[in-house]
């Protein structure tokens, strides 16, 4: 499955965003899908995941209760609902697909999007 990111900018501190990502085949509903992050200098970090069904839901807890994932399988797009932004959330944002695994491992993912930049300012 290819991926791509949408939705990133530059947001004040309190702000919203909300992250798009399209999965291209007719597998998309098949995968658990989620959202990874990785700020300059700083390995990349888990922040969501949704399984296929919609019926898991798991957070980070530094964006818990802020940060809401969710998926359309019609039309084959996972989302990423960002409130409250705050500067430690700058990232690059990227949605990942997969099958098996940890959630919260990056290295379970087979298919990643190229990214989208996102930037709080305080």
């Known amino acids: 499955v290819q991926l791509v990111e949408s939705g990133g900018g530059s947001v004040l501190a309190g702000g919203s965003l909300r992250l798009s990502c399209a999965a291209s085949?007719?597998?998309?509903?098949?995968?658990?899908m989620g959202w990874f992050r990785q700020a300059p200098g700083k390995e990349r970090e888990f922040v969501a995941a949704?399984?296929?069904?919609?019926?898991?839901?798991y957070y980070a807890d530094s964006v818990k209760g802020r940060f809401t994932i969710s998926r359309d399988n019609a039309k084959n797009t996972v989302f990423l609902q960002m409130n409250s932004l705050k500067p430690e959330d700058t990232a690059v944002y990227y949605c990942a697909a997969g099958r098996s695994g940890a959630v919260r491992v990056g290295a379970m993912y087979d298919s990643w999007g190229q990214g989208t930049q996102v930037t709080v300012s305080s």
């Open positions: 085949g007719r597998t998309f509903s098949s995968y658990r």
């Open positions: 949704i399984s296929w069904n919609n019926v898991d839901l």
